[in-house]
């Protein structure tokens, strides 16, 4: 029997670039042919010559539709051939080969904010809930919005395959997390563009909008952020890495900015020194420092080995971009240190 492959990609929407798919019906699994669509209508094209190409990455189960039915997740090509410019894939496919010898593995921290309408999902009309303190990991019809969406998100991506690890209830009410990993860079980033895709789906099957803004609520509520934890072979071996790493991500101010440049949109308005988060501009590290722009967790510290967590990228971040900036900068760092 016939079944359905929703191709799925990554347009050229700025400040933020979006998800689109369509469907085809294909006699079966077997062949995954190339496809291509409209780039004028995705801002990835002009109309006169508006063509471009998608080329299948990633086929996994589509636990929407069930059955043998795929979600094939593409990478945006020219018709020359060349990768289009909005196919941040193709760059850290490069930088990823390049460092591949020091296994560098990711897990990602999603944050997320559901919306009805105009407000925050548990946000009355016209009036704000009771300020954060409970909300974080809460348990209780007071504290928590939109769980039944969310249990069915995770239902869903373990259903599909991915690298999905755990959930949480975050500290707005209305926001919530999903973690991916621990992975190396092109998994995570693909399963966690999946995990999106999915999220939009769900959500938008109960009426709701799941959003990646950095903050979706302005005044005294948590932004929404994506954290990123790192590590090499090295760091997962030895102290001297972790540190090595951490040095490395603040080498520099052009350094500090060229990382938080690329960490998504709007990023001044999350990352001001409250709520959890370091200056965007102020680069630090710390152990079990949740007011640092890089966390050594406690237990690394104990251990003299792990992982260390980026805690600035935005929700709002394109992980091929913010894993592909981390491996350039911490693996050439490490490399030259001679901790590979
Ligand atoms: P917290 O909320 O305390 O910051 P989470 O439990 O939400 O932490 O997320 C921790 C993340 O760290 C998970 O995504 C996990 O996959 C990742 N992780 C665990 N070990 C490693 C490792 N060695 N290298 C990279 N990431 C790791
Ligand atoms: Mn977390
Ligand atoms: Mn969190
Ligand atoms: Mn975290």
Redesign the pocket.
């Known amino acids: 029997m016939a079944i359905k492959a929703e191709y799925i990609w990554i347009d050229g929407t700025k400040p933020t670039a979006k998800l689109r798919s369509k469907t085809r019906v294909l006699p079966n699994a077997d062949k995954i042919p190339t496809w291509g669509f409209d780039g004028s209508s995705t801002n990835q094209a002009e109309g006169h010559a508006s063509d471009r190409v998608l080329e299948p990455v990633k086929v996994v189960k589509d636990p929407i539709r069930g059955g043998d039915n795929i979600l094939v997740l593409c990478e945006v090509f020219e018709t020359n051939g060349e990768a289009h410019v909005t196919n941040t894939r193709a760059a850290l496919r490069e930088v990823a080969e390049r460092y591949a010898a020091q296994e560098s ?5 999603q944050e997320y904010t559901f919306f009805k309408g105009s407000r925050p999902l548990g946000f009355p009309e016209g009036g704000f809930p009771a300020p954060q303190g409970g909300y974080y990991c809460g348990v209780g019809a007071e504290e928590v919005f939109g769980r039944e969406i969310v249990e069915l998100h995770l239902d869903r991506c373990i259903d599909a395959g991915l690298a999905i ?2 959930i ?1 209830a975050e500290v707005m009410p209305g926001q919530w ?1 999903f ?4 992975v190396d860079a092109l998994t995570v980033s693909d399963d966690l563009w999946i995990a999106r895709y999915l999220l939009y789906r769900t959500a938008e099957e109960f009426g709701i909008d799941a959003t990646l803004d950095a903050k979706p609520a302005r005044g005294d509520w948590n932004g929404a952020g994506a ?1 990123t ?3 090499t072979k090295a760091m ?1 071996e030895g102290y001297d890495a972790i540190i090595t790493a951490c040095e490395s991500l603040g080498a520099s101010q052009e350094k500090v900015l060229e990382h938080v440049n690329q960490y998504g949109d709007d990023i001044q308005s999350r990352l001001t020194g409250k709520h959890e988060t370091a200056p965007w501009n102020v680069y630090s590290y710390g152990v079990s420092d949740r007011g640092a722009s890089v966390r050594i ?1 406690w237990q690394v510290e104990v251990d003299q080995k ?2 260390i ?1 980026d805690r600035r990228p935005n929700a709002n971040v394109d992980p091929y971009v913010v894993t592909r900036l981390i491996v350039n900068t911490c693996c050439e760092a490490l490399e030259k240190a001679g901790q590979v």
């Open positions: 593995i990711f897990g990602i921290e690890c755990g949480n997390e973690q991916i990993g621990p954290h934890n790192f590590s997962r967790p792990g992982y967590e």
